[in-house]
């Protein structure tokens, strides 16, 4: 098994458990050992920078010095938001050693010191660069070829590129549509895949954030999707959460339902959508459980 230091993040622990139940679940079979990290503080979600720079880049310097307490290198998260904000903090401090000698200072209290060794991995990534879509597929015990499924990537895990690698891995744009072929499911382009979600401005401007969530979703199923399924809890928090407001908003019914990643890994793998956490969501999921013939 390849072992991870397990970063969660908050949405998976509060927000939609579901997450965290689903990413648990699927670990074992895809050879993940996951050990959380305990005490890490959140990321910030790049909100918290915007007005606090070096208490955002402590505090993920923190969990990124834990992570190596724990002997472990490399970081596994299940949250978009979570691998941006980590990502760039990261980037910053190893751009710049009297930085990262600065924010240590910091630590010391805690006995902790970050040596800049850490590398953070978004599940997406894990997937296709280390545990392989062949070995996916040989997991599939329970392919949906009738289920079309649109991805939606979230802000986070594509921008800024120079801190998310994709100059190295300039395949990851296209990773989610990989993996839904890999589940035997069939990937749907739509306009907004790489778009904002409209979670960043939900709490300033709702009826924008709620008409992006309504125009994402209405395109989607207009270009034939039974689902979307996100890399993101936050996108999926919004999407998910406020798409019967977005309903009303546009004055028509869309009712697609949303997917953590780690779910349709899940029901791919014969999962049951009990297990899966599939009844918690806001949009229900029965039509796609009719749809693929899952079984209760």
Not at 53 to 69: H, V, Y
Not at 228 to 239: A, F, G
Not at 254 to 283: S, Y
């Amino acid at each position: 098994m390849t072992k991870f230091a397990f970063y969660p993040g908050c949405v998976a622990r509060g927000g939609a458990p579901e997450l965290y139940t689903s990413t648990i679940a699927v670990a074992n079979k895809l050879g993940l050992e996951l050990e959380e990290i305990v005490g890490a503080a959140c990321t910030g979600a790049g909100v918290l920078q915007e007005k606090g720079l070096k208490l955002g880049d402590t505090l993920n310097a923190r969990t990124f010095a834990m992570a190596e307490q724990m002997g472990l290198s490399t970081i596994l998260t299940i949250c978009s938001t979570c691998q941006g904000t980590m990502a760039q903090a990261n980037k910053r401090l190893l751009d710049s050693p009297e930085y990262l000698a600065e924010i240590n200072k910091e630590l010391r209290p805690e006995g902790l010191e970050y040596s800049g060794k850490i590398l953070i991995k978004h599940l997406v990534w894990v997937l296709v660069e280390e545990i392989g879509l062949d070995k996916v597929k040989s997991l599939v015990s329970n392919p949906m070829p009738d289920l079309k499924v649109a991805p939606f990537y979230g802000c986070y895990i594509l921008r800024p590129s120079d801190a998310l690698g994709l100059d190295e891995n300039p395949g990851r744009e296209f990773y989610l549509e990989r993996i839904i072929e890999a589940l035997g499911s069939e990937p749907v382009n739509f306009p907004g895949r790489t778009k904002c979600c409209g979670f960043p401005i939900l709490l300033i401007n709702e009826k924008n954030s709620t008409a992006m969530v309504g125009q994402h979703t209405h395109d989607a199923k207009h270009e034939g999707a039974d689902a979307m399924v996100t890399p993101c809890p936050l996108c999926h928090l919004n999407l998910d959460g406020y798409q019967p407001k977005a309903s009303i908003q546009r004055n028509e019914k869309i009712d697609l339902p949303i997917l953590h990643l780690p779910q349709m890994l899940g029901l791919a793998f014969g999962f049951t959508p009990k297990e899966l956490g599939l009844g918690k969501h806001i949009v229900s999921t029965k039509s796609i459980i009719e749809k693929a013939s899952i079984r209760a």
